[in-house]
């Protein structure tokens, strides 16, 4: 049997999944955990992922590996190959204003015509332009620009500061894909990337990783302690877009995934270029594209529910599915943390519709269910404005396994849904990856689906919602 293993270099941990590349079985799986906050030293990263090949058996048996990452975060090295400070991870929301100040620098619809998006304070350049002016001393000594899968596929390839990796700093030697270039906001989606915007962004050119073809190699492995001699390392993408492939999405498809953060996407054939900052203009990982938005909160509202209701997320759900759609007029706007989309960095969660009859645990419960489902499907709005046709939902992330949280999307979209099984989609997907990349030929594995909820649309659940949006 040949073996191929995929890695989700996420958030809050690293996931690796080992996959029989005949037929896409799991062979067997590791895992290891990341330190919380928004800004985190590399190396962490690095640990976590020997730890977690570690925890899943190691490598031996395995003959390609691809590594899929969080999107946008910020890794600048100097000329020697090493980290000049912690990376600015995708929710740091400090650089915000650098985002507002790119923007009216160039102007909304230029950047989404060269970049397929408007920039918000997720993307790489904006970081690159906050530190260019909060740590003008650090954007100085910056000589490569990657993000985080960039950077573990450069280490795990042999590359690294002197006395750390076998093959040293070359930092001509960093690789990346389309998927995670489109999220820099200085790559067009011609394939291009544009140094003007890097240099706008930064305050001077950069050496930026080599974009490769979807499955195109990396290179191979040399001997460390995280892998053995020899395999076969793909190109890697951004998270999305390596659910994407683990959940073998085609044109039609879009995805709705509820995790740390929320995301919604699909897969086009062409790109897009939206000038009011809704959506996202990213390339896939197959050679497509992937117009998505992105929600700050998602399943952490439900967590903030079930703490105050003193529940766990099945007492959330039971409680939820025990009143009426609509939660009696009860509305949660949950923007908890700020938020993305839309672009309200400073926001804070509102609780409306506040009165005697109505605020009950029960609608309280399911009133934080139909926020966070509102927020999201108002990003499929803005996705399908861009043209984009939702002829089916895929529903995942763990909070996506709730039967309350199913039920409820299928009264809040208006689409028809699908639950595929639970799985690491996001790892799936790099090693979908790592076995296109090791034969030439891009595998069709099975993606089980668990749930196909009846559509049950119920307008008065947007309807409110709507209604408390700022003007």
């Not at 270099?9 to 079985?25: N, P």
């Not at 490598?59 to 100097?78: E, F, K, N």
């Not at 996506?400 to 199913?406: E, G, H, K, T």
Request: charged share 20%; glycine share 10%; with cysteine.
């Amino acid at each position: 049997m040949t073996y191929v293993a995929g890695v989700d270099s996420s958030t809050q941990s690293c996931k690796v999944v080992v996959r029989d590349a005949a037929t896409g079985a799991i062979v067997r799986t590791g895992r290891a955990t990341h330190p919380e906050g928004t800004e985190v030293d590399p190396a962490a990263w690095w640990d976590a992922l020997r730890a977690a090949i570690a925890d899943a058996g190691g490598l031996d048996d395995v003959a390609a590996i691809s590594i899929g990452g969080q999107q946008h975060g910020m890794v600048v090295l100097d000329a020697e190959g090493r980290v000049i400070r912690n990376a600015l991870l995708w929710n740091d929301t400090r650089s915000a204003p650098a985002a507002r100040d790119l923007i009216a620098e160039f102007g909304a619809a230029e950047l989404a015509r060269r970049t397929g998006s408007v920039p918000v304070a997720s993307f790489t350049a904006t970081k690159l332009r906050w530190l260019r002016d909060a740590e003008p001393e650090n954007a100085a000594r910056v000589a490569a620009v990657a993000l985080p899968h960039d950077w573990l596929t450069w280490r795990l390839l042999g590359y690294g500061p002197e006395g750390e990796a076998p093959l040293g700093p070359r930092l001509d030697a960093l690789v990346t894909d389309r998927s995670d270039a489109s999220g820099t906001s200085y790559w067009s989606p011609s394939g291009d990337y544009d140094r003007e915007l890097l240099i706008a962004a930064l305050g001077h050119d950069a050496i930026l990783p080599r974009v490769l073809g979807p499955a195109e190699r990396a290179g191979e492995t040399v001997a460390t302690d995280a892998a053995p001699a020899g395999l076969v390392v793909g190109p890697g993408a951004g998270d999305n877009a390596g659910a994407g492939l683990g959940l073998g999405a085609k044109p039609g498809d879009v995805v709705v995934s509820i995790g740390t953060s929320g995301t919604v996407f699909a897969v086009t054939t062409d790109p897009i270029a939206d000038e009011t900052g809704a959506a996202a203009g990213f390339a896939d990982a197959s050679g497509n594209f992937l117009p998505l938005i992105a929600t700050l909160n998602a399943a952490r509202v439900l967590d903030a529910a079930a703490r105050l209701l003193g529940v766990d997320h099945a007492g959330l759900g039971d409680l939820a599915l025990a009143a009426e759609p609509g939660s009696a007029g009860l509305v949660v706007q949950p923007w908890f943390e700020g938020e993305r989309t839309p672009n309200l960095p400073d926001a804070t969660a509102t609780l409306f519709g506040m009165t005697l009859a109505s605020t009950t645990r029960e609608n309280l419960a399911r009133a934080a269910i139909e926020g966070m489902l509102c927020g999201l499907a108002d990003g499929l709005d803005a996705v399908r404005a861009q043209g984009v046709v939702a002829e089916r939902l895929l529903l995942i992330g763990g909070a996506a396994q709730n039967a309350a949280v199913a039920a409820i999307a299928a009264q809040v979209f208006d689409a028809p849904i699908e639950v595929p099984e639970p799985g690491e989609y996001v790892a799936l997907g790099a090693a979908v990856q790592a076995a296109w990349a090791l034969t030439g030929t891009r595998p069709e594995w099975d993606v089980p689906i668990a749930a196909r909820p009846a559509p049950d649309t119920r307008p008065v659940i947007r309807e409110q919602y709507a209604a408390r949006r700022p003007a």
